[in-house]
């Protein structure tokens, strides 16, 4: 079945650790996005990506970074720079303008 | 960049009850969004408006975009307890960013028997 797939569900990372999001899709989409969200708050947009091997920042790029080596895959890594990691994560996929498929979320938690 | 300003924050209604979300924004929106959202999950897609004075409708949920493509509202009529979760309006930043949208701070619904 095609979707899009996050990995892991719940993610623990000590302070000063780098840690990676893993998002792919299998829905031949050219486009990738990835969000944040805090509890009460929409989603904020951290990078996209419409092509292979580009990407742009979104609102809170500061202390992220992504690479788009392939289609299927948008890995985001959150870097010690980022002071407050501690979120929900959401990677979505689109073709388009019309509709946006999201993962299910990673909910990294800083210890 | 593009505020979304929602209402109510949050809303519970009696099951059978109708109800309506707002969404209203500071700039011409390219495209609004509704998404639907449980707890600690992915985005559900309700329906994209892209032109003004467009209404669509799923099932029993209804969104409207004004003429002036600045305000959006979402309405359920006969509200069950299958619609809690959170509401999300998203808006697309520019004509030609795809799908990066600003989404507004979601209201949060429940359905009460």
């Known amino acids: 079945d095609g979707g899009i797939t996050q990995s892991p569900k719940y993610l623990f990372r000590k302070e000063g650790q780098n840690v990676t999001l893993s998002c792919e899709q299998n829905?031949?989409?050219?486009?990738m996005y990835w969000y944040r969200q805090d509890p009460g708050q929409g989603l904020r947009l951290i990078y996209y990506?419409?092509?292979?091997?580009?990407?742009q920042k979104g609102d809170i790029a500061e202390g992220y970074s992504v690479s788009r080596e392939k289609k299927e895959s948008f890995p985001l890594t959150v870097t010690s720079a980022q002071k407050n990691p501690t979120a929900f994560y959401l990677c979505a996929s689109s073709i388009g303008t019309v509709e946006a498929f999201f993962g299910q979320g990673t909910r990294l938690t800083v210890v | 960049s593009q505020e979304l300003e929602q209402s109510p924050q949050s809303l519970i209604v009696q099951e059978g009850k109708n109800l309506t979300i707002n969404c209203t924004s500071s700039?011409?929106?390219?495209?609004l969004y509704w998404y639907k959202q449980k707890y600690g999950e992915g985005l559900i897609f309700l329906m994209m408006l892209q032109k003004g004075g467009e209404e669509k409708s799923h099932e029993k949920i209804t969104a409207k975009l004004d003429e002036k493509k600045q305000q959006s509202s979402l309405h359920i009529t006969a509200s069950q307890p299958s619609h809690a979760g959170i509401y999300l309006c998203?808006?697309?930043?520019?004509?030609?960013?795809?799908?990066?949208?600003?989404f507004g701070k979601g209201t949060s619904l429940l359905v009460t028997p």
């Open positions: 829905l031949n989409h050219d486009a």
């Open positions: 998203g808006a697309a930043l520019t004509s030609n960013s795809g799908y990066a949208l600003n």
């Open positions: 700039k011409t929106l390219y495209g």
């Open positions: 990506s419409q092509i292979v091997n580009d990407f």
